[in-house]
């Protein structure tokens, strides 16, 4: 039975899900100090614990919070003296917390994500500032998240923030000039964020589905503060597509592979969401990377079994994506859709080209694709030394009983 103390926590729980990230932008915009803001808004979250169980949850918890972090924001520049021209500033942002927010608000938030993903930060120095400070999580968490030290990862937060202010990386959403390559970078960390979150076979599922949930949130909210861009809703939409196949992509702790997965068991209100989101953003007319790799999702998503699945599709938008997006990646999953439609010699021929070009060396899916085109073209033997040579290279338990089963058949 659900108690009124549960009732209060579900609130605040909720709050903190929805209104973290506001709240520290909010306070960042004012104050410029990053530390300053998470612990004020720390401080209004455990005020809400002691003080809503007795008052109730108020009707508007993100302002209630905003103000409560402003007060505390307050005191504490009234102790160290730092003077009266930054408390007029914040007195600037003083309201009834029941008044309508103002439309300053969302746009603080839009600024503290591109502040995060800056490309003058280094690339896991972003990550770990998006999840700290636009996600709430906490050093732990997200040194868990990505099997690295705390103190590392404490450390790499510090440098992050330090960078900002030595730097004097602005507080700002970029000019238009900049914003497709700065907006780039964000998507990079959010769609990185996911896909650590998905892959499970590297760590604990539940910190795992957390982290791909806490991404997809970030993206909705991202969709949201900019609603006539297109790419944040093609990654949106991948991740939508990706995550409904979630629950099929390993069995008993073995990798499965999209031929094999029990397509019943897909997500089918995530696909058609996904599908939706895809639609719109195509119908904006500017085509990106992530909206071709959600146009590749979807023609799997949508598909009663491999067979019908529309594979010259899938050639096309793999060559779509390798022009605009070059990855020798891209060149390997496109080899894959050649052989359904060309035949396996045609892919074969593909996958060898990549490997004389070396840009996939030690990358364990090329001699793993390339085993699995020569099983299917009945030569077993190649097969089998292509799959010991993917063994080797394999990074999880997952795949490597999945490799290991593929040469026990053989």
């Not at 103390?5 to 520290?24: I, L, N, P, T």
């Not at 033997?381 to 089963?405: C, G, I, M, Q």
């Amino acid at each position: 039975m659900t108690t009124p103390d549960d009732q209060v926590r579900a609130a605040v729980d909720a709050a903190y899900r929805d209104e973290w990230g506001q709240v520290v932008a909010t306070l960042i915009g004012v104050t410029g100090d990053w530390d300053l803001a998470e612990d004020a808004a720390q401080d209004a979250f455990a005020a809400a614990l002691a003080t809503w169980p007795r008052d109730g949850v108020p009707r508007r918890p993100g302002a209630w919070l905003t103000t409560a972090a402003r007060h505390r924001v307050t005191d504490r520049m009234r102790r160290d003296a730092v003077g009266a021209a930054k408390l007029r500033e914040m007195a600037v942002l003083a309201r009834d917390p029941d008044e309508p927010p103002i439309e300053e608000i969302p746009d603080e938030r839009l600024r503290l994500i591109f502040t995060c993903c800056h490309p003058a930060l280094p690339f896991p120095h972003r990550v770990a500032l998006t999840l700290r400070t636009l996600a709430g999580l906490t050093t732990a968490e997200i040194a868990r998240a990505f099997l690295t030290a705390e103190p590392t990862m404490a450390k790499r937060l510090v440098r992050a923030k330090r960078k900002i202010q030595e730097a004097g990386i602005p507080y700002r959403v970029p000019p238009a000039e900049l914003l497709p390559e700065r907006l780039g970078s964000v998507l990079a960390v959010l769609y990185l964020i996911f896909n650590q979150g998905y892959d499970e076979a590297r760590g604990e599922a539940e910190v795992r589905r957390a982290l791909a949930a806490e991404a997809i949130r970030l993206t909705r909210v991202l969709v949201r503060l900019m609603p006539d861009e297109p790419e944040p809703r093609g990654l949106l939409a991948l991740m939508l597509l990706h995550e409904a196949r979630r629950a099929t992509r390993t069995e008993a702790g073995v990798l499965v592979t999209l031929e094999h997965q029990d397509r019943s068991r897909w997500d089918r209100t995530l696909i058609a969401e996904g599908v939706a989101t895809l639609d719109a953003a195509l119908a904006m007319r500017r085509g990106g990377p992530y909206q071709l790799q959600a146009a590749i999702a979807a023609c799997h998503a949508t598909a009663a079994d491999v067979e019908t699945t529309d594979w010259l599709q899938i050639v096309s938008l793999y060559t779509d994506l390798a022009r605009i997006a070059p990855s020798p990646v891209v060149d390997l999953n496109r080899a894959v859709a050649v052989a359904m439609v060309d035949g396996i010699p045609a892919g074969l021929a593909l996958v060898d080209e990549l490997a004389e070009a070396g840009g996939l060396e030690g990358y364990y899916l090329l001699p793993a694709t390339r085993a699995d085109l020569l099983r299917r073209d009945g030569r077993d033997a190649e097969a089998r030394t292509a799959y010991e040579e993917a063994l080797d290279l394999a990074p999880t338990e997952a795949e490597r009983r999945y490799l290991s089963n593929r040469l026990y058949e053989l």
